[in-house]
């Protein structure tokens, strides 16, 4: 059997483990304070996390070393565009090859197309190139915050943010080989692999209904510069208002298929009960009675103005900030309360950058005496959704959006 | 799936500088920390092991290894398997 690491061997590559080298360096030292990790995490990720730098990369907070799990620390989550080299890093598998821009191609084809094509990357630049600023967001982000614990990269509050990404409309690629109009799903697959044959090469698929969206992109830029390595060189899919689990990265296939995709990444991960999330997108094709895959985020907030527990001047005011996103169809309010959730007041929104992007808020909260302040704050959009007020349990610790609470302590 | 091995047959990679610096993680020493040392690691590091403790119980790490075999395809024997349960519930259970 062909299997995919020799497939890159006789392709002339050299596989990456990612994590392999430089075993001999010293411990990264131990920095909660920097950190400021969340105390609803498990204690040995609170114990195991640290801060540790990817090459290209500012120092994040490093969940695992290998397949890299990095998030971004809240106090680079303060402006609406993440920089690329704080954004946050997950894959799955750890065998992460590098790869040359220049002998890279594209595959578009698939029993749900007409033909099947080639594009090499200076030919999918030539393609009416969109840009769309848009939230990437782990499914799992926040999954460290759920009591009961689930198993799995223990995210806290940053596996996720937002960039302008630019690239060629997914539909318009497709169109260069052709769609079919029996075509279901489009299933797209990128390098990164895993260390055995036996395990389930990262391929997933979205409905079709979603992939011709005018949004839905191939990437090649993030934030004006080409995708960091880690964020899925030289190319990705961008699917706005999904969560990222469908923003395929260091993409080298995309296959319109005519019936589902029935891959381990789809069938059995990246599913949840089937009602329990008030989410509009659906996903018909791959739903079955129990469960559906994750779609669309759920609306939610963070404030990223201060850590939990910081120290604030009593006697005035403090303006809290943060940012709010929800699957796109915009936020309309963002409400702070500082009496536990009984009376709420609208914070200021900031500049708008899209309903697709990180929506900035602030608002001035007074503490006019000394002593501790719990300061919460709820996003709404104008479809009516607000965060939940309770968790919404599930196996995985997909969608969590608590409305938060800050505590600050006025000195 | 032929396009995605055409695309893989076509797709270079450089070995060049993108590799993450992993640092040692250390197991709490025990009867078959050898065992997880020698089998786990080979595809994902150990911090994995440690992020995720103290919570699950016997059950949950049971259904970890399992998961590791049967929808992963690590390569780990039966008798390995059992040794390296007991260890993770042992020294990172609930």
Known sequence: ?411 | MRSIIIAMLSCGALAIAAVAAEKPVELKPGPGADKVEANCAACHSLDYIKMNSPFLNAAGWDAEVTKMIGAFGAPISPADAKVIGDYLKAHYGQ
């Open chain 1, 1 to 411: 059997m062909i299997t995919r690491r020799s497939l890159l061997e006789a392709a002339g590559t050299t596989a990456l483990l990612a994590g392999a080298g430089q075993l001999s360096q010293p411990l990264a030292a131990k920095a909660d304070e920097a950190l400021s990790l969340s105390p609803q995490l498990p204690e040995g990720t609170r114990a195991e996390a640290v801060l540790d730098t990817l090459p290209g990369k500012k120092p994040l907070i490093k969940l695992s070393y290998r397949p890299p799990n990095y998030e971004t620390p809240v106090e680079l989550l303060r402006g609406a565009i993440t920089p690329n080299d704080a954004f946050f890093v997950r894959y799955h598998l750890s065998d992460i090859p590098e790869v040359n821009p220049d002998t890279w191609r594209l595959s578009v084809g698939g029993d749900g197309a007409n033909g099947e094509i080639r594009l090499s990357l200076n030919e999918l630049k030539q393609l009416p190139a969109t840009e769309v600023a848009a939230v990437c967001q782990c499914s799992g982000n926040r999954r460290g915050l759920f009591e009961p614990h689930v198993p799995g990269v223990e995210w806290g509050y940053g596996a996720m943010g937002c960039a302008r990404w630019k690239g060629a409309r997914l539909k318009d690629v497709l169109d260069r080989a052709g769609l079919k109009a029996d075509a279901l799903e489009i299933v797209v697959a990128g390098t990164d692999g895993g260390i055995t044959d036996k395990t389930p090469k990262f391929v997933k698929s979205i409905p079709v209904w979603k992939a011709i969206e005018d949004t839905t992109i191939v990437a090649y830029e993030m934030n004006g510069a080409p995708l960091p390595h880690w964020n899925g060189f030289p190319a990705r899919i961008i699917v706005p208002g999904w969560t990222a689990t469908y923003w395929m990265k260091h993409v080298t296939s995309i296959s319109a298929a005519t019936k589902p995709f029935d891959g381990f990444w789809m069938k059995s991960a990246y599913r949840i009960p089937l009602g329990r999330f008030p989410v509009v997108a659906r996903f018909a094709s791959q739903e079955t009675a129990a469960n559906t895959p994750i779609t669309e985020m759920v609306i939610n907030s963070l404030m990223t103005s201060h850590g939990n527990g910081a120290s604030v001047k009593a006697g005035g005011k403090v303006t809290v900030g943060g940012i709010a996103w929800d699957a796109g169809y915009g936020i309309s309010a963002v409400d702070i309360s500082t009496d536990g959730g009984s009376t709420w007041t609208a914070a200021t929104l900031g500049e708008d950058l899209g309903r697709f992007a990180f929506r900035a808020f602030s608002h001035a909260v007074a503490m006019p005496t000394k002593g501790s302040y719990k300061v919460m704050a709820r996003a709404t959009n104008k479809i009516g959704q607000s965060q939940t007020p309770a968790l919404i349990q599930n196996p995985a610790g997909y969608h969590h959006n608590v409305v938060q609470t800050l505590t600050l302590v006025a000195a």
